[in-house]
C-alpha cells in the first residue's frame, strides 16, 4: 500500500468516510444529510476520471460509467439536503 499516490489515498479516504456516515445513519447514531452522496460522488467522480484518461476505450467507457453513477450520487445528495431545508 506503500505505493499509493496522493490521489489514491484521498479517494480512498473519501470512500472510508461515506461509509462511516452510511454507517452511523443506520444506526441512529447520526444524520447529516449529504454527506454520504457527496464523499462517495466526489470519490467515484475521481475513479471515472482516471479511467477516462487512459487509452483503453473500455476502461474509458466504464470511466464514463462511473463518473456518471458519481454525479447522480451528487443530485441525489442535493436532493437529499433540499428536502430536509
Known amino acids: 500500500m506503500s505505493n499509493l499516490?496522493?490521489?489514491q489515498w484521498l479517494q480512498i479516504i473519501l470512500v472510508v468516510v461515506a461509509l462511516l456516515f452510511?454507517?452511523?445513519r443506520k444506526a441512529n447514531v447520526l444524520y447529516i444529510p449529504g454527506v454520504t452522496g457527496i464523499t462517495l460522488g466526489l470519490a467515484?467522480?475521481?475513479v471515472g476520471v482516471s479511467f477516462i484518461a487512459q487509452k483503453d476505450k473500455?476502461?474509458?467507457?466504464?470511466?464514463?460509467?462511473v463518473l456518471a453513477f458519481g454525479l447522480l450520487n451528487?443530485?441525489?445528495a442535493f436532493f437529499e439536503i433540499a428536502g430536509m431545508v
Open 74 to 76: 451528487i443530485l441525489v
Open 5 to 7: 499516490n496522493k490521489r
Open 58 to 65: 473500455t476502461k474509458k467507457f466504464a470511466g464514463v460509467l
Open 22 to 24: 452510511w454507517v452511523l
Open 44 to 46: 467515484l467522480g475521481m
